[in-house]
């Protein structure tokens, strides 16, 4: 966490105060992996965080407020997903590693924020717009760079100036998305994580270059 940290009435939060507050935020992401988000209540995060609710409400407003604060943080690691995509040729052996990278970098972070995704998601389907901007700032940088690398390639006659680069980087994002959102589900239909993997990276691969990868 960088910056000042503020309790709810403005007062610039000391180290031990930080602390807690973070002690708050862990405490209410380990509950979110086990209960519903209505169900969980203040006094149960602060029982948990072996503090007060009294505590609680000094640095947030409600258990929405803190929720927010996890997914902000979340959105944030989750701008590093174009890491992956930086300075990146799709150009044979390449293109088919940034696939397959691209590919691990979503499925290791929805399953590694299963929990605060689904309450964003759920937050965004019901037409609160800070969950949905939460949401966006998740995809929007991947998005953006997997269009400018559709225009690169086109612009160097590698791939067919038909092609929407912004509709077909925004079409393999939402894919992305979903799928690493259903990773359970793809389990129950027989279909293993080594199986999962190079068959999205696929289609990621002929998605952004038009062609079977060189593997």
């Not at 503020?6 to 405490?27: E, P, W, Y």
């Not at 203040?42 to 072996?50: E, H, L, M, P, S």
Request: hydrophobic letters at 40%; glycine letters at 8%.
């Amino acid at each position: 966490m960088t910056g000042q940290v503020r309790t709810v009435d403005g007062r610039v939060a000391g180290r031990r105060g930080q602390a807690t507050r973070q002690k708050l935020l862990d405490c209410l992401s380990e509950m979110l992996s086990s209960s519903p988000y209505r169900d969980v209540k203040v006094i149960d995060v602060a029982r948990k965080a072996g503090t007060s609710p009294a505590t609680f409400y000094q640095y947030f407003p409600d258990v929405e407020g803190a929720v927010l604060e996890i997914a902000e943080q979340m959105a944030a690691e989750g701008a590093g997903l174009t890491d992956v995509l930086a300075k990146r040729s799709w150009v044979g052996k390449s293109g088919w590693q940034a696939a397959q990278e691209l590919v691990d970098g979503f499925l290791d972070f929805w399953r590694k924020n299963d929990a605060i995704l689904r309450v964003v998601d759920l937050g965004a389907a019901e037409g609160d717009k800070r969950f949905y901007k939460i949401r966006m700032k998740i995809l929007n940088s991947v998005t953006n760079s997997l269009t400018d690398t559709v225009k690169e390639l086109q612009s160097k006659g590698k791939v067919d100036k038909d092609v929407s680069a912004a509709a077909m980087a925004g079409s393999l994002v939402a894919m992305l998305a979903a799928v690493a959102s259903h990773q359970k589900g793809f389990q129950s239909w027989g279909v293993k994580q080594a199986e999962l993997k190079p068959n999205l990276a696929l289609l990621v691969h002929l998605g952004i270059t038009g062609k079977k990868p060189t593997k």
